[in-house]
């Protein structure tokens, strides 16, 4: 568990189910993120569960002021074949996370990812540590940049956007020396 001002990442409930469906079926969530808004209940559950399995650094975050799951937040294994154009170091760590709409444009997302980043970078000792972003997805792009993120390449037409039209996807990188440097 991991725990800021205003926000507690920690394993996946069973009772966060209800706050976890109120996400996935958000119609400008799981698109942005690169898979579809959920339309079933129970294929929702299902990939919860899924992952929740196979997932050791896979937090849910929970907004303290409403004691709401709101959002998710991955650190995972980078693969250095991911990105034909990118020379991925091994072992490096790759970030992933989503927020219920309702959430965005409060900064929660900010400060989620800079809970995890001193935890890899300073529990972990992780090296590198990579996020992208769809090029539309605009929002997410600001986030990685404010933490200090770097662009380190670009993929074209990498996924198809909310509406349908390809959008490329951007790759940025922070270093351990770079965290500890401005930190």
């Given at each position: 568990?991991?725990?800021?001002?205003?926000l507690?990442?920690?394993n996946?409930?069973p009772?966060d189910?209800?706050?976890?469906?109120?996400?996935?079926?958000?119609?400008?969530?799981?698109?942005?993120a690169?898979?579809?808004?959920?339309?079933?209940?129970?294929?929702?559950?299902?990939?919860?569960?899924?992952?929740?399995?196979?997932?050791?650094?896979?937090f849910?975050?929970?907004?303290?002021?409403?004691?709401?799951?709101?959002?998710?937040?991955?650190l995972?294994?980078?693969?250095v074949?991911?990105?034909?154009?990118l020379?991925?170091?091994?072992g490096?760590?790759?970030i992933g996370?989503?927020?219920?709409?309702?959430?965005?444009?409060?900064?929660i997302?900010?400060?989620?990812?800079?809970?995890?980043?001193?935890?890899?970078?300073?529990?972990?000792?992780?090296?590198?540590?990579y996020?992208?972003?769809a090029?539309?997805?605009i929002a997410?792009?600001r986030?990685?940049?404010?933490?200090?993120?770097k662009?380190?390449?670009e993929?074209?037409?990498?996924?198809?956007?909310?509406?349908?039209?390809?959008t490329?996807?951007?790759?940025?990188k922070?270093?351990?020396?770079?965290?500890?440097?401005?930190?």
């Open positions: 568990m991991l725990e800021t001002e205003r507690i990442l920690r996946f409930k009772t189910i209800e706050d976890y469906w109120e996400m996935v079926q958000m119609p400008n969530v799981g698109p942005r690169g898979w579809p808004a959920y339309t079933e209940y129970d294929k929702a559950v299902e990939r919860l569960e899924k992952v929740q399995c196979v997932t050791p650094n896979l849910a975050i929970v907004y303290k002021p409403d004691n709401k799951m709101v959002g998710s937040i991955e995972m294994d980078c693969k074949d991911r990105y034909s154009n020379d991925i170091e091994a490096a760590k790759e996370f989503v927020l219920n709409e309702k959430y965005w444009g409060k900064g997302m900010t400060e989620a990812t800079k809970a995890v980043l001193e935890y890899a970078f300073e529990v972990l000792n992780v090296e590198n540590i996020i992208g972003n090029r539309a997805n997410s792009g986030v990685q940049e404010k933490l200090g993120f662009v380190v390449g993929v074209k037409n990498y996924r198809i956007w909310v509406d349908g039209t390809p490329d996807f951007i790759e940025r922070m270093t351990r020396v770079e965290w500890l440097k401005n930190k």
